[in-house]
């Protein structure tokens, strides 16, 4: 049963071109190994983003090894003691929230990976700079959510409400620009693009690089060297990219959202861990809850 569940897994990964350099399902009974599967970096380019923003849906963690390949693992049973063994109910669940929510970004990004199979490499790839993006960014505070209403006059009409119903989704937004030339008669209008904030939420980059990905746009930083910068390539059909934008937002950020609440509770949390007895409870054995139930549903978010 254990080799059957291990080949089964390997064979979901290796449908969607991802290299598994190493896998632990953590099914064997009485075992005490964390479940994770490592994905060399090399599977295609621009891979880590779509890893990270999956284990985001699933509730999984997702970090660099020291090869700098990607490492997914079930964070529950790394906060918990050795001693306990999970049931392996809750760890079958885990696993196939983790491969239904692969499911969802690596159809998505089909095209994406087509482009790439003509040739058609991505100019910047989130992996490479995360280090050192993350390290200048975090030294700054997380930004307070800003309603569509305080700024929403200063946009482009033409897409006034792509760009709210993007902050609706958890997009947040910092500029954009139609590239409508009758919205610009003075002069020669940028590419159409999208800059959103990464101070929106902890770990949100590789989320707006997927974003991008999926709605065929070009993912790169910023002019300023931080903040996701999304742009339409050269030859789209400008309203067309704006709907398929919409479309993929509308997808991915309902699956994003309890990751986006939860990371920003524990943000905060962090900020107020000051006495000593609220550090001694941060340190206390977890409680293992059994969310074998939450399942990932087509492609309209998380039960």
């Not at 632990?24 to 599977?43: A, Y």
């Not at 200048?136 to 800003?146: F, G, I, M, R, T």
């Not at 993929?248 to 959202?257: E, N, T």
Request: hydrophobic share 35%; charged share 25%.
């Amino acid at each position: 049963m254990f080799m059957n569940r291990s080949r089964h897994f390997n064979k979901v990964f290796r449908k969607f071109g991802l290299l598994v350099s190493d896998i632990h399902i953590g099914l064997e009974d009485g075992s005490l190994e964390i479940p994770s599967v490592t994905i060399d970096r090399t599977s295609y380019p621009g891979v880590e983003a779509h890893l990270f923003t999956v284990a985001a849906i699933a509730n999984w963690r997702a970090q660099f090894n020291p090869e700098y390949n990607i490492l997914l693992s079930f964070p529950e049973i790394t906060r918990c003691s050795q001693e306990r063994t999970t049931p392996n109910h809750i760890l079958i669940a885990t696993w196939q929230r983790l491969t239904d929510a692969l499911t969802v970004i690596a159809d998505r990004v089909k095209s994406y990976r087509r482009m790439i199979d003509r040739g058609m490499y991505p100019s910047i790839v989130w992996g490479h700079h995360a280090s050192e993006w993350h390290r200048e960014l975090w030294e700054s505070c997380l930004h307070e959510y800003v309603p569509p209403s305080e700024f929403i006059d200063y946009v482009d009409r033409s897409i006034r409400n792509h760009i709210i119903e993007l902050n609706e989704l958890g997009f947040a937004t910092i500029e954009s620009c139609s590239g409508l030339k009758w919205e610009h008669p003075d002069r020669e209008p940028y590419r159409p693009y999208v800059m959103f904030d990464e101070r929106s939420y902890p770990g949100s980059t590789p989320h707006f690089f997927t974003l991008g990905d999926m709605a065929g746009w070009e993912s790169v930083y910023a002019p300023h060297g931080f903040d996701a910068y999304i742009r339409v390539y050269d030859g789209d059909h400008i309203e067309s990219a704006w709907e398929r934008l919409v479309r993929v937002a509308r997808i991915l950020g309902p699956l994003l959202k309890d990751y986006r609440h939860f990371s920003r509770q524990m943000y905060h949390s962090k900020k107020h861990l000051e006495s000593p007895e609220e550090q001694e409870r941060e340190r206390m054995p977890c409680v293992l809850v059994d969310d074998s139930q939450r399942k990932i549903h087509d492609l309209s978010g998380i039960q």
